[in-house]
């Protein structure tokens, strides 16, 4: 097929048109849009293409174009998605990524489906040689394969390893067989942290399989303020288990799933940290129940000393499952709105003080004591 009828098919549903050209070693067929710069490269009855529509650089499309060189002109690749390494100075991204003809995201649905093959830039921490590209493709990197100036984002393959019901914060059911993908920095993060109207913490009861694409696997589980489980290290025959303070998760294990070698010796030094003291809490206003977090005791105070109305209240949870409730309660005697200390579940309670309602906290999450209401 000559170039002018590659470069009419390729136009087809396409703004712009393309144009010849040659970057690096290579002749190539360019596209400028108004959105971004796409370039085509004819391989035989196969058309190859790269699509960039922020930080679009052509000792890029050089690099990849070099790497998936040997690739590209086979025959069938198949469903899986082949990496190799790139090196570009000043640019983040460190492999090409090649989708075959009829896997491409780029060609799906245009007429050139079947035929059309396209490479990406990605990082090493976000995809392995040889994942499906159905799979290959997931969160923010669905639509940022096409941004090169952006910042890499670690993968996490998450399974439930418990029975219980699927949970709508970790979206991960327990029956299916695929994991569900997660950014490696939300998923450790949110292990210990929650906004408390938005995202709750790691439940307890649930245990979770967290992955790396180098096959680093965590196995977790969350004991009230210590995150509990074993890491098994690919390539080694030990198995690495760990009770860490909870707020530790991103220091011990974020430099992991971010491409680093795992440090036992740092490793240890975590793990060797007292515990915190620390209680669940969960809010409750006129909107309605918010979601539990885990909080370190200060900041559980800091809460405490927040205006509320009244109806509102705080219930916290110590390390064996002891509860106090501090609730924001109509006093008829003042005329105003009152701290009321409070047993879940009971109507029981008594008015105190700001300094009586932090003591009680204070008790609980340092001697996992409920103290103060009758």
């Known amino acids: 097929m000559e170039t002018e009828d590659w470069i009419s098919l390729i136009a087809q549903g ?12 290579h002749d190539v067929l360019v596209e400028e849009g108004h959105v971004g710069t796409t370039v085509y490269q004819v391989r035989g009855e196969r058309v190859l293409a790269i699509r960039a529509n922020q930080g679009y650089r052509e000792d890029v499309v050089a690099a990849l174009l070099d790497a998936v060189d040997g690739l590209a002109g086979r ?45 990406v830039p990605v990082h090493r921490t976000e995809a392995a040689d040889g994942t499906d590209a159905f799979r290959f493709l997931w969160g923010k990197l669905t639509k940022a394969r096409c941004d090169w100036d952006r910042e890499p984002e670690a993968r996490a393959d998450v399974r439930r390893l418990d029975d219980g019901a699927p949970d709508l914060f970790f979206r991960v059911n327990p029956k299916r067989a695929r994991p569900t993908v997660f950014p490696a920095p939300d998923i450790l993060s949110r292990i210990a942290w929650a906004e408390a109207w938005a995202k709750p913490v790691m439940p307890p009861g649930v245990r979770l399989s967290i992955e790396d694409v180098r096959r680093h696997e965590l196995r977790v589980h969350r004991a009230h303020d210590r995150l509990r489980g074993a890491l098994h290290v690919p390539g080694e025959e030990r198995i690495v288990e760990f009770d860490l303070p909870l707020r530790s998760v991103e220091e011990a294990f974020g430099p992991l799933f971010a491409g680093a070698d795992f440090d036992p010796d740092a490793f240890a030094a975590l793990s060797s940290r007292p515990a915190e003291e620390m209680l669940e809490m969960v809010p409750y206003s006129a909107h309605g129940e918010g979601n539990h977090g885990i909080y370190t005791l200060s900041e559980c105070l800091a809460h405490l000393r927040r205006d509320r109305e009244d109806g509102h209240h705080l ?56 103290v103060g209401a009758p």
């Open 14 to 25: 396409r703004a712009a048109p393309s144009v010849p050209g040659r970057i690096g070693r």
């Open 75 to 119: 025959g069938d690749l198949g469903s899986i998605v082949r990496l190799r390494p790139i090196r570009v100075p000043g640019f983040a991204l460190d492999r090409a990524a090649l989708f075959g003809a009829g896997h491409s995201p780029f060609f799906s649905g245009r007429p050139l489906e079947d035929r059309g093959m396209e490479v």
């Open 315 to 370: 219930t916290f949870t110590g390390r064996s499952r002891g509860s106090i409730r501090i609730a924001w309660r109509a006093d008829e005697d003042s005329g105003g709105t009152r701290l009321r200390l409070e047993v879940p579940g009971s109507e029981d309670g008594r008015f105190v003080s700001l300094d009586a309602a932090g003591e009680a906290l204070t008790v609980l999450a340092r001697e996992d004591r409920v």
